[in-house]
């Protein structure tokens, strides 16, 4: 790369008060960012970025300590907050209503159910008004089966408080756990606890016995470490300058020296620890989008250097777990696109050991697998909905859960325990509130344990849930999801939301949601797209949506709109697009491709400036995202196919519609210069009157405010300007 006359400061004003627009003659004028060219060649292609300059050379230390933010930086994010608070004051009414509304459909001192483990049960609550939780415990209920979960007081009586994570919270803009866990012989209780946004968490331990947190906590840990079975040892990752997981270190769990155990030498593979259900084996695991391999270390001797499954093989994936005479590896080896489930009876099972178990059948993606002393469970995904398969071990039988409703959501939740006939799952619908249900997998016996309260009240009789279909420009069927009120008229009248997110292969399974309820209550049809990049539809379907098929992603999109406009639940023009992250790539590219479709975009923390992060190695997920997007430094194809649809790359003079990115200072996924750029570029070039909003939280990361009530006053700014671009959109001119 080359620079061309970059400018270390620019003259851009520290603050920026612009008049209300409820007393002000004219409307705030928008903040114009100063172009600074700065000149990119990258195999033999030269391009220029006008605004290269809003990236501060020193990003890494910015996201361990926000404040090193560079003046001028700061001082534009400053002015863009205050523009875009500008321009929505007229919807601050608004905006507590939705608040007020979301909030009001949570049960404020909510408990979880509890998870038994040996004498105590293990469960997280909220005390009225907390934005945290507090994680305790009590002595197990001595019924074989339980009865549903007690009330909160109940759930009081003997418990020990293990954290109490808004005490830990006072005095901090930000802060957020990572895992939390006590050790297998229930003597120590470890967390991870991030105060910056910026995933880099500090893990503390607590004794139990004395309710001491230990000296000498564990620093840059990217949230992820187990204890050995034997409780002797934490196991956990660390993370590099770079904001990647890069190494697994060992340590006594109450305190001492780390011991490193593996070294990662691929940059694009990322580690994580745990141990396997049988308690048998700790694990490590590494690897990026499409490949991976697993290390194991026997219990028995958790200082034992770890030994390798499988050696990794491009394009081959396999996960494992062990059940007492045999593992249970789940992979797509042998071309199995929607992986099948294999066992070996090896005592180290490498892979001309596996045999199959339950063979690949397209269109069945194996989501996940689990097993227990008795039994094995499958979750399995088609056409968008899910079912569990569980398997008795005796006799190698099957039976399934399944529900019959036309789009709904089932998940295994897990537990502690292996020695267990009872699995616990959860059923929710967009129409129905969660259901968490205990399920004896022996004998077919189930409890309900705990239904999603809704203070506010809910009746699921006052909505319907529709399965739609989209007809893609290659002839393939998109799933929709569609919510609106019963009495919702579908003549093309109703605004219209439409979600999605269609990378990584992450499923937008279609539960239910307190936040949606507060457009569908206002005549809004809320819908979700199941485009390809996710594996609604299977892991084929995700394989259609990456790399050099990415643009079936956002074709997807495009025609789930059309359609649905078709069939009455909208209209051209007055759709509102939502999407997040790679589901921001998602909103600038649709933008880009048809402005005329939307009232307004909304692109929360979003991967917008393609081309130059996949050419930015020292960014914290660059390698390990080549296999999902392409290496743009040394693939011609590459480059040009992301060059083709880069939103930033690709804005134009057009007449874009209005358009809100938000993002998090702290954010190492994305960083918070995406937004910032994609919002002084479209401001540039659209040939519309259309405003261009930008709002970046300084005191959070990718996932926003933390606390549970911040974070939904950040969902009801979006949805005010989503009803606010409805209503404006007659007002505006082309």
Known sequence: MTQAGFAATLPIKETYVPASPKTAAFPPVAPSPVRQPFEITQLGHTRIDDYHWMKDDNWQAVLRDPGLIRADIKAALIEENAYSAAMLEDTKALQEDIFAEMKGRIKEDDASVPSPDGDWEYYSRFETGAQHPIIARRPRAKEAFPAPIPSTEDTRAAEQILLNEDERAKGTDFYETSDAQHSPDHTLFAWGEDTQGSEYYTVYVRDLATGEILPNPIESCDGGFTFSPDSRYIFWTWRDENSRPAKVYRRPARGGEDVLVYDEPDEGFFLHVGTLSSDAFISIGGGNHETNETWLIPAATPEAVPFCVQPREDGIQYDIDHWDDRFIIRTNADGAIDFKLMVSFAEKPARDTWTDLVPHRPGIYITGSGVYKRHMIRVERENANTRIVITRKADMTEHEISVAEEAYSLGAAGGYEYDTDILRYSYTSPTTPAQTFDYNM?????????????????????????????????????????????????????????????????????????????????????????????????????????????????????????????????????????????????????????????????????????????????????????????????????????????????????????????????????????????????????????????????????????GRFEFLKEIAFDYAFAIWAQEKKGERKA
Not at 490 to 513: I, K, Q, V, W
């Open 442 to 706: 022996e004998t077919r016996e189930q409890v309900l344990r705990k239904v999603q309260v809704i203070p506010s009240g809910h009746s699921p009789k006052d909505y319907v849930a529709r399965r739609l279909y989209a007809t893609a420009p290659d002839g393939q069927q998109v799933p929709i999801t569609a919510l609106m009120k019963a009495d919702t008229k579908l003549d093309g009248t109703a605004p219209l939301m439409l979600y999605a997110y269609g990378s990584y292969g992450t499923p937008m399974d279609p539960g239910f949601s307190i936040r949606s309820l507060s457009l569908v209550n206002r005549g809004w049809v809320y819908a979700i797209a199941h485009i390809r990049g996710g594996s609604e539809k299977g892991y084929g379907w995700f394989l259609d949506g990456r790399k050099y098929k990415k643009m079936n992603t956002f074709t997807d999109f495009i025609a789930c709109a059309e359609s649905l406009c078709d069939a009455g639940y909208g209209t051209r023009g007055r759709i509102v697009a939502y999407g997040g992250s790679a589901g921001g790539m998602l909103m600038g590219a649709v933008t880009n491709l048809r402005p005329d479709l939307w009232a307004g975009v909304i692109g929360a923390v979003p991967f917008i400036d393609v081309l130059n992060t996949m050419s930015d190695i020292s960014l914290p997920l660059t390698p390990p995202e080549w296999p999902e997007w392409g290496n743009p430094l040394e693939d011609e194809e590459a480059y040009q196919y992301i060059a083709s649809y880069s939103p930033y790359d690709n804005i134009a003079a057009k007449p874009y519609p209005p358009v809100l990115a938000t993002g998090g200072l702290s954010d190492t996924r994305v960083t918070y210069w995406e937004p910032m750029k994609w919002i002084a570029r479209l401001r540039e070039k659209s040939t519309s009157d259309s405003p261009m909003l930008l709002k970046i939280n300084m005191e959070a990361g990718h996932g926003g405010a933390s």
